[in-house]
Nanobody
Framework: QVQLVESGGGLVQAGGSLRLSCAAS????????MGWFRQAPGKEREFVAQ????????YYADSVKGRFTISRDNAKNTEYLQMNSLNPEDTAVYYC????????????WGQGTQVTVSS
C-alpha cells in the first residue's frame, strides 16, 4: 500500500509564501496524475492543482492561477506546491492526492497539512 506524506504547512502572513511537499512511500509508485486539494472550515474539499506525471502538464483552479505552482520530481516520487501571494482565503487543510492509470478517480490521499494565512 502506498502512502502519501505531506509536509511544509504552517502559519504565514498575508502576502507570504509556503511550499508544500508530498512524497510517495514506494519508489515504484507510478501515478498518472498527482494533485492538491484543500478544505477550509465549513466548506467542501476543492481542487487546487494537478500535474500529469509523464508530461508535466499542469492545471489550476482559477482562484490560485498565477499564484501557485505545482511541480514534480519523478526521481523522488515527490510533488510540490509553491504558494505565493497567500491571502487569508487560502487558509485550509491541504491534501495531496494521486490517481493511478487504471483509476477513474483520485485513489490515494495524504493525511493533510494545515496552512494558515493571517491578515
Amino acid at each position: 500500500q502506498v502512502q502519501l506524506v505531506e509536509s511544509g504547512g504552517g502559519l504565514v502572513q498575508a502576502g507570504g509564501s509556503l511550499r508544500l511537499s508530498c512524497a510517495a512511500s514506494r519508489r515504484t509508485f507510478s501515478p498518472s496524475t498527482m494533485g492538491w486539494f484543500r478544505q477550509a472550515p465549513g466548506k467542501e474539499r476543492e481542487f487546487v492543482a494537478q500535474i500529469i506525471w509523464s508530461t508535466g502538464n499542469t492545471y489550476y483552479a482559477d482562484s490560485v492561477k498565477g499564484r501557485f505552482t505545482i511541480s514534480r520530481d519523478n526521481a523522488k516520487n515527490t510533488e510540490y506546491l509553491q504558494m505565493n501571494s497567500l491571502n487569508p482565503e487560502d487558509t485550509a487543510v491541504y491534501y495531496c492526492a494521486a490517481r493511478t492509470p487504471s483509476a477513474t478517480t483520485w485513489n490515494y490521499w495524504g493525511q493533510g497539512t494545515q496552512v494558515t494565512v493571517s491578515s
